[in-house]
């Protein structure tokens, strides 16, 4: 077998009960919904495992939310002694992919992504930001398409570049309306919009990115024990000093999805272990190169299968 990567998915992927079975299966797992709640001061596991569902997909109450039961999930791989030789996430994903490679403490990680998602929340006025996802168009196609809207004097980038012919755009709502009949005029299949909070991952939250300076500051970021696949440059990044800076820029720069995996298999990975709620990553990773094996642990029994599958 090749090499291994840990991937992590990002908002979206949040459900009613995720990580449920193997917080009663493992204390260890437990513990790490303890530390959650305990660290942000409110039952964040009460929200994850009761509900109500408008209070689980708040950005405020998402973000630590995934992490949380992503980091919970992964004590399973780790008792078993799967280790992985790189890690990556899909934007708020990173965060776990950095706990999982010892950068980031679990306990400082939910606070800091806990403050994210306050920050993204706050940067634009609810309404006037708005995402969508653009499919059936090429990356460069779609760049002058975004590029002579924004001239005009509408905002709108490149936000997720997922994987060939899935693009998701961000900016003001103007602004990704305009882009979105010009796509479809210029080759797009078609045009979905999003339903989120805000214009995420475009220049729209450089607000919010300047506050989050002071978080990482209060916040401990080492070295990781194994390299992290950056979203901004779809490189690994292992140095601390480079880890906060690119986890500053990721606020307001696209998120390198598609490039990221090139990484990864031109590095040795043949084998991507989704880990945490839903298979959008797997999903991804098969359109990008349908030769390489991927493998989702949402649960207790799905790494009970993964773990076997792997020893063999």
């Not at 989704?274 to 349908?290: A, F, Q, T, W």
């Amino acid at each position: 077998m090749g090499k291994i990567a840990f991937v992590f998915p990002g908002q979206g992927s949040q459900t009613i009960g995720m990580g449920k079975s193997v917080v009663e299966k493992s204390d260890q797992a437990k513990s790490i919904f303890e530390s959650a709640d305990q660290r942000l001061g409110y039952s964040l596991s009460d929200i994850i495992f009761n509900g109500p569902d408008e209070k689980l997909t708040l950005t405020t109450n998402a973000q630590p939310a995934l992490l949380t039961t992503s980091i919970a999930i992964l004590t399973c791989l780790e008792e078993a002694g799967i280790r992985p030789d790189y890690t990556a996430g899909h934007s708020l994903g990173e965060y776990t992919a950095l706990v999982a490679a010892g950068a980031i403490e679990f306990e400082d990680a939910v606070f800091a992504v806990h403050k994210r998602g306050e920050y993204m929340e706050e940067a634009v006025p609810n309404g006037e930001g708005t995402m969508a996802a653009v499919l059936g168009m090429d990356r460069n196609d779609l760049q002058k398409v975004t590029d002579e809207v924004t001239a005009n004097g509408d905002s709108v980038q490149l936000a997720n570049l997922n994987c060939p012919g899935q693009i998701v755009i961000s900016g003001t709502v103007k602004g990704v309306e305009k882009a979105s009949v010009s796509a479809k005029e210029n080759g797009a299949k078609r045009v979905l919009p999003l339903q989120v909070s805000g214009p995420f991952h475009s220049e729209l939250m450089k607000p919010a990115a300047q506050k989050f300076v002071e978080v990482l500051n209060e916040v401990k970021v080492k070295d990781s024990n194994i390299p992290v696949i950056a979203n901004v440059t779809a490189a690994p990044i292992s140095n601390a000093s480079d880890i906060k800076e690119k986890l500053i820029e990721q606020l307001y720069s696209p998120v390198l999805w598609e490039d990221s995996v090139l990484t990864m298999l031109e590095l040795g990975v043949d084998t991507f272990i989704e880990i945490g709620p839903g298979k959008v990553l797997s999903g991804l990773i098969k359109k990008i190169n349908r030769n390489v094996k991927t493998y989702s642990v949402q649960d207790f029994e799905s790494c009970q299968s993964v773990v076997e599958e792997l020893k063999l």
